[in-house]
């Protein structure tokens, strides 16, 4: 997943109405949503301070956002499947920004690789699943997750918003 683009990896639809990426990996119905964007709506002077990302050896199983928010660190929660050993977070200086993902994915999500402006990463999961790549428009950021879970991380998609 790593270094430049891999041309095994398909670009990522970004949903430009939306400032949305394509949903990745499959519904179902026995699944709990979460949409951190939501809970972003209506606040201000907020930033992407950190990012844990928990998985096993195959797959993703869950993930959590932090923000800076008026001072503060809030997280809308932390989105689990099953609890497992390993997580890997990824904190973000002031003027730093997720403007790359990679994702592996199926039925779930098997992999995620988060690059900042400043080139640092943190890549996290296995190797199944197709390989897709999300780009951010020059100017803009990833800010907030939004998916589902079940066991694993079922489902994925990436709201990015301007730098500010």
């Given at each position: 997943?790593?270094?430049?683009?891999?041309?095994?990896?398909?670009?990522?639809?970004?949903?430009?109405?939306?400032?949305?990426?394509?949903?990745?990996?499959?519904?179902s119905?026995?699944?709990?949503?979460f949409?951190?964007?939501?809970?972003?709506?209506?606040?201000?002077?907020?930033?992407?301070?950190s990012?844990?990302?928990?998985?096993?050896?195959?797959?993703?199983?869950g993930?959590?956002s932090?923000?800076?928010?008026?001072?503060?660190?809030?997280?809308?929660?932390?989105?689990?499947?099953?609890?497992?050993?390993?997580?890997?977070?990824l904190?973000?200086?002031?003027?730093e920004?997720?403007?790359?993902?990679?994702?592996?994915?199926?039925?779930?999500?098997?992999?995620?690789?988060?690059?900042?402006?400043?080139?640092?990463?943190?890549e996290?999961g296995?190797k199944?699943?197709?390989?897709?790549?999300?780009?951010?428009?020059?100017?803009f950021?990833?800010?907030a997750?939004?998916?589902?879970?079940?066991?694993h991380?079922?489902?994925?998609?990436i709201?990015?918003?301007?730098?500010?």
């Amino acid at each position: 997943m790593g270094g430049h683009h891999s041309h095994n990896s398909k670009i990522g639809a970004l949903i430009h109405d939306n400032l949305i990426t394509e949903k990745l990996g499959r519904s179902s119905s026995d699944c709990v949503q979460f949409d951190d964007w939501a809970f972003l709506t209506g606040k201000f002077n907020y930033k992407l301070a950190s990012v844990h990302i928990w998985s096993d050896s195959k797959y993703i199983t869950g993930i959590q956002s932090i923000y800076d928010i008026d001072g503060g660190k809030l997280s809308p929660g932390c989105h689990l499947g099953a609890t497992t050993d390993k997580k890997v977070t990824l904190n973000l200086g002031d003027d730093e920004f997720i403007v790359r993902v990679y994702v592996r994915s199926g039925d779930w999500i098997d992999a995620i690789r988060l690059e900042t402006n400043k080139g640092n990463f943190i890549e996290v999961g296995g190797k199944g699943g197709e390989l897709t790549l999300f780009d951010v428009p020059q100017g803009f950021q990833f800010i907030a997750f939004a998916g589902e879970t079940q066991k694993h991380l079922q489902s994925l998609q990436i709201k990015y918003d301007k730098i500010w």
